[in-house]
């Protein structure tokens, strides 16, 4: 029986953030640990609701209320348990989601702050490791089938893990250097330090899971030589093409990039320091990737811009600006628009916004300003209105309203358009659609017969909540497929969609 008046009695209170003069001197992560007393207090605030819509808001599904009264309780083992059997990875999770589970956690509902969910499940995540480490399972006599998973983030591990767990001979195939998709050298080390991701890998590996990196399938191994070693294949590649913006005069600029140029760049440094190799210093044109006493602009206002913005902080920017085509959202959620419990749209402020730079609403650039060498030296800005007509977005520039801004290095973090135009996709006869996604059916295949698909490379670019569920989910499918005994959890299935207003 939870305590009914936990969220009377306490305030929701995370642990302080390292202090940003201290932090941005290196590039470890944001938060200390809570310590004990504090989750204990917060997990106390969790109503073990009859109807817990905290649930809705998670696609794993996960036991929320459950692992809240175990934490207030003191049963740590059992909450690692409960926690474990919906997500694989709660480390990564507790440390990165933006918690849709808290978007609709009925506190909410009451004008109350929900309990923070996302901060006791990394809680009970480290506790799992400092209370005997990542123990691996034990794996079930071999099925004596074998998969193939294509790519090495979230939504394929999360899938070779549940499949080697059922019995199945699994081989990842990654055709970067190291293991873990965008959890490796897309998000920085002050958000996710590569320690938790190593430690992960040992205990799949330790469960039989085979690993092969710089392996580019579809070029180094093609598909056809893939099927004849693998009775199924799981395809999750990701949605790595990031958008562009050719027609803004002055793109081809030097100091022009796509922002995941610069922060993997970045993050490639940081990971050599680490294990005293030397890195790269410049992009292929020549910037230097420190950003050292440079003027910084980064174009967009999501996940990636703001690691591009930390990661700027941390290499001793001179300043930075981050632009957004739209108006700046409201600090709180607009009931009549975003009705609880669906996720709002709210002014996010990530940790990085609170080192530095400067945030700027409802502009778009009209030009990158060259400084006569073939370098950028500014862009010159308008100030915009936004609007949807017919499904199509319309911006309008107002009159007079231009300005510049200084600029040595142009970050663009303007999305992505879906999955990669590459050799694989042929070779195993899927086609990405409009959005640049591949379609699945509804038992996760993709094309051909055996080929199934996973992940932001299913979904386009989303969280990694939503490629862990996925990867649970196919990996459910292909032991259907490959007739294994009994059935594995599938928390989504491939037309689900976040919690919305309807
Ligand atoms: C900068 C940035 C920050 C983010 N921050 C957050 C965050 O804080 N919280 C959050 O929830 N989400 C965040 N996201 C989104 C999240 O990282 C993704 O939704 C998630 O990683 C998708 O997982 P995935 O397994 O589908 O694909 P990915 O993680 O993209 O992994 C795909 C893998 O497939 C490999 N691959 C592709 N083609 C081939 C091939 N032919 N052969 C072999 N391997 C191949 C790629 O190299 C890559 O390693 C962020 C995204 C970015 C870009
Ligand atoms: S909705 Fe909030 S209060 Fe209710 S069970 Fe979930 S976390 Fe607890």
Redesign the pocket.
Same mark, same amino acid.
């Given at each position: 029986m939870p305590d009914p008046n936990g969220f009377l009695r306490y305030d929701r209170r995370l642990p302080a953030r390292r202090p940003v003069p201290v932090r941005i001197m290196d590039w470890r992560e944001v938060y200390p640990p809570a310590g004990e007393e504090l989750i204990r207090e917060q997990a106390t605030r969790c109503m073990d609701c009859g109807i817990p819509f905290c649930h809705d808001g998670c696609p794993l599904g996960n036991r929320i209320p459950d692992w809240n009264d175990l934490v207030r309780t003191g049963g740590w083992d059992a909450a690692v348990e409960s926690l474990h059997a919906t997500n694989n990875f709660p480390e990564?999770?507790g *440390?990165?989601?933006?918690a849709p589970c808290e978007a609709a956690c009925v506190l909410g509902l009451g004008g109350q702050q929900p309990v923070t969910i996302k901060q006791v499940e990394v809680e009970i995540a480290d506790a799992a490791v400092a209370r005997g480490g990542l123990r691996p399972q034990p794996v079930p006599a071999p099925t004596g089938r074998s998969v193939a998973v294509?790519?090495?983030?979230?939504?394929?591990?999360?899938a070779a893990q549940q499949l080697a767990r059922a019995g199945h001979a699994v081989t990842v195939?990654? *055709?970067?250097d190291a293991?873990?998709?965008?959890? *490796?050298y897309?998000?920085?080390d002050f958000?996710?330090e590569k320690r938790h991701i190593d430690r992960r890998l040992a205990q799949l590996a330790a469960e039989g899971v085979r690993f092969r990196t710089g392996?580019?399938?579809?070029?180094?191994v093609t598909a056809e030589e893939l099927r004849a070693e693998h009775d199924a294949v799981l395809?999750?590649?990701?949605?790595?093409q990031g958008r562009d913006t050719p027609e803004t005069p002055g793109r081809a600029l030097r100091g022009v990039h796509q922002?995941?140029a610069h922060?993997v760049a970045a993050n490639r440094v940081v990971a050599a320091a680490g294990e005293g190799r030397p890195a790269l210093a410049t992009l292929p044109d020549g910037t230097p990737i420190d950003a050292a006493g440079r003027h910084v602009v980064i174009i967009g206002g999501?996940?990636?811009a703001?690691?591009?913005l930390g990661a700027a902080h941390r290499q001793g920017a001179a300043g930075v600006h981050q632009l957004d085509l739209y108006p700046e959202p409201p600090a709180d959620r607009d009931a009549a628009r975003d009705p609880w419990p669906t996720w709002p749209w709210v002014l996010r402020s990530y940790p990085a916004h609170e080192e530095g730079g400067e945030r700027v609403f409802a502009v778009a650039v009209q030009e990158f300003v060259d400084d006569g060498t073939g370098q950028v030296r500014a862009v010159r800005i308008a100030e915009v209105t936004v609007e949807k007509v017919d499904g199509r977005r319309i911006v309008t520039a107002l009159p007079g309203s231009e300005r510049e801004i200084p600029a040595d290095l142009v970050l663009l973090?303007i999305g992505?358009e879906g999955?990669?135009e590459?050799?694989?996709l042929a070779q195993f006869g899927v086609t990405r659609n409009g959005r640049g996604a591949v379609d699945a059916r509804p038992d996760w295949q993709a094309g051909a017969d055996g080929v199934f698909v996973?992940?932001?490379?299913? *979904?386009g670019?989303?969280?990694?909540?939503?490629?862990?569920a996925?990867?649970r989910a196919a990996a459910a499918a292909i032991h259907a497929y490959l007739g294994g005994v009994g059935t594995l959890p599938a928390p989504v299935d491939p037309a689900r969609q976040p919690l919305a207003a309807r």
């Open positions: 990564f999770t *440390r990165l989601c933006p294509v790519g090495s983030g979230p939504a394929g591990l999360a195939y990654e *055709r970067d293991l873990g998709g965008l959890l *490796r897309g998000i920085p958000k996710l392996v580019n399938v579809g070029v180094d395809l999750a590649c990701g949605a790595l922002a995941m922060l999501g996940d990636t703001a690691d591009c973090a992505f999955t990669e590459q050799p694989l996973a992940g932001d490379m299913h *979904r670019a989303s969280l990694i909540v939503w490629a862990i996925e990867g």
